[in-house]
């Protein structure tokens, strides 16, 4: 029985020293990260990586998302997708990383790659508005202007009185031909900035 006693006491201490240890290490994460906030605040983005690093871990989301935004702001756009590329495999189902994927990914013109995160992010939330936005803008830039239709759509059904949606759905439109469809959102766009020089010129094409 005495045996027994001093076990569950060494293990109560145990537990209490893991638990201190837990909340040090927490506290000590949290003041690494405030102190990054003011350093990117000042625009050292080497001083606010360097507050962090010692905090990493492959299996951290947080300080890969983090490392991810602060390479991006430093201009490495290299290191930036590698860690919120990490960030993305922690977490497949959040969208926030996705979207900071996308920004190194599209500075290094990886198009291809920069489309399968907005599609996945579309299975994820088919209505986000920015992925459908973008989306439908590779599809344009890339002359496939009836998927670029459907995206921008997508667009104008959440926001109908949306200028960038009723403008490149105008666009591609007519793009593909469809001189009466897109005569509509270029009036549309109209109405949203009158004299706007875009849609004026995709009006005057649809006549």
């Known amino acids: 029985m005495e045996i027994l006693k001093k076990l569950l006491f060494a293990a109560a201490l145990l537990l209490t020293a893991n638990s201190l240890h837990a909340q ?10 405030h102190n990054s ?3 990117e605040a000042k625009k050292s983005y ?7 690093m010692p905090f990493y871990a492959d299996n951290n989301y947080e300080v890969n998302l983090r490392l991810g935004w602060l ?9 930036s997708q590698n860690y919120y590329q990490k960030a993305v495999a922690l977490r497949p189902n959040a969208i926030e990383a996705r979207f900071g994927y996308i920004k190194p990914l599209s500075l290094l013109e990886s198009w291809d790659k920069v489309l399968d995160q907005y599609n996945v992010i579309l299975k994820i939330d088919p209505q986000n508005t920015q992925a459908n936005y973008w989306t439908g803008i590779i599809c344009y830039n890339r002359k496939q202007f009836e998927p670029a239709i459907r995206y921008f759509s997508k667009v104008v059904t959440l926001y109908p009185f949306d200028y960038d949606g009723n403008q490149m759905l105008g666009w591609s ?3 593909a031909g469809k001189k009466s469809e897109a005569r509509a959102y270029f009036e549309k766009g109209l109405l949203i900035k009158p004299d706007d020089a875009s849609c004026t010129d995709g009006l005057n094409k649809a006549r």
């Open 24 to 33: 040090g290490s927490a506290s000590a994460m949290q003041k690494a990260f």
């Open 46 to 52: 080497q001083a606010a990586i360097t507050d962090i």
């Open 71 to 79: 390479y991006f702001l430093n201009k490495n756009y290299t290191s």
């Open 173 to 175: 439109y007519l793009m």
């Open 37 to 39: 906030y003011v350093d």
